[in-house]
C-alpha cells in the first residue's frame, strides 16, 4: 500500500547513504538481504516502467558499497554488465542513471578492471573497449562524455599490479572520436568553409568535450592522446577566432549574439 516511486527512490538512498557504517560482514549480509528483496519486488511489480525503477535502484544500491564489490568480482562483472545493459533502457532516467552508476563504480573499483580476475583470459577493460560501439550506441553525447570518463578513471590506475598497455588501450578506446575527428580535419582540408558549418562546429565541441572528460580522469597517459590532434585543434581555434572577429568588424557587438557566433564560442572555450 506504500509503494510508490517516490518511496522507493528515498529508502534505497537511505540504504545507501549509510555505506561504510557496519563492519564487513554486517554490511555483507545486510546489503545481500536488501538485493534479495529488491529482486523479489521487481519480480511482483507488473509493467516495465515499474520494473524499470526498481531495477534502478537495486543499481544505485550497489554502486554505494564497494567494499562489498571489490571482494565479489563475479557479482561486480555482473553489475556492470547490467549497467550496459540500462543504457539502452528509454524510460526517463535510467540511462543517466546508469551512467552515473558505471563512474561512480570504476572510480572505486578501478584496479578490478584492469588486472585479471579468477576465471577470466584478460582483464574486463580489454572486453569493454572491444565492446564499446555497442554499449554507447543508444546514449545522448553527455552520457558517451561520462561514459570514456569511467574507462579513463580504470586507465588512470598505473600500479605495479596493472601490467596492460595502458596506452594502446587509451588508443582503442578514442578510436571513433579520433575517426570523426580525422574525417573532418580532411574536409576542411580541402575547403575551410567545412568548418564553419554549424553541424561541424557541434560535432567538434562534442569531441573535445569527449577528450576533456578523458583527460580528466586519466591524468598523465592523456598527453600520448593530445598528440594525435594538437595542432589540428589550434588550426579550429584559429579559424574561429579569426571568424568571429571578422562577424563583429562587420555587424558589430550584435554579432555576438548571432547562433553562429555563439557557437564557434563554445568550440573554443573547449578547445582551451
Excluded at 521487481?42 to 516502467?49: F, T, V
Excluded at 515499474?50 to 534502478?56: D, G, M, W
Excluded at 594502446?168 to 567545412?194: C, H, S, Y
Aim: aromatic share 8%; glycine share 4%.
Amino acid at each position: 500500500s506504500n509503494w510508490s516511486w517516490n518511496n522507493l527512490n528515498t529508502l534505497c538512498w537511505a540504504i545507501g547513504s549509510i555505506s561504510g557504517a557496519m563492519s564487513e560482514d554486517e554490511e555483507k549480509r545486510f546489503l545481500v538481504t536488501v538485493i534479495k528483496d529488491l529482486l523479489g519486488l521487481c519480480e511482483a511489480k507488473r509493467g516495465k516502467d515499474n520494473k524499470a525503477v526498481v531495477a534502478s535502484n537495486i543499481m544505485y544500491v550497489v554502486g554505494q558499497y564497494p567494499r562489498f564489490l571489490k571482494a565479489h568480482w563475479k557479482f561486480l562483472k555482473t553489475v556492470v554488465n547490467k549497467l550496459f545493459e540500462f543504457m539502452h533502457e528509454v524510460h526517463p532516467g535510467v540511462q543517466d542513471m546508469a551512467c552515473d552508476t558505471f563512474l561512480k563504480i570504476a572510480t572505486k573499483c578501478k584496479r578490478k578492471f584492469v588486472t585479471l580476475q579468477s576465471e577470466e583470459t584478460a582483464p574486463f577493460i580489454c572486453e569493454l573497449i572491444e565492446s564499446l560501439p555497442s554499449i554507447i550506441s543508444d546514449l545522448e553525447p553527455h552520457q558517451v562524455q561520462a561514459f570514456y570518463e569511467s574507462v579513463g578513471c580504470m586507465l588512470a590506475d598505473s600500479g605495479p599490479a596493472v601490467t596492460l598497455d595502458r596506452q594502446g588501450l587509451q588508443a582503442r578506446l578514442m578510436e571513433l572520436p579520433n575517426r570523426t575527428w580525422r574525417v573532418i580535419m580532411d574536409r576542411a582540408a580541402q575547403n575551410v568553409e567545412n568548418l564553419v558549418e554549424p553541424s561541424t562546429i557541434k560535432e567538434i565541441i562534442k569531441i573535445l568535450k569527449t577528450n576533456n572528460r578523458l583527460c580528466r580522469s586519466v591524468g598523465s597517459l592523456f598527453t600520448h592522446q593530445l598528440q594525435t590532434f594538437f595542432l589540428d585543434m589550434l588550426n579550429v581555434y584559429r579559424v574561429y577566432s579569426e571568424r568571429i572577429s571578422s562577424a563583429i568588424a562587420q555587424q558589430g557587438a550584435i554579432a555576438t549574439q548571432m547562433s553562429l557566433v555563439r557557437t564557434m564560442r563554445s568550440a573554443k572555450k573547449e578547445v582551451l
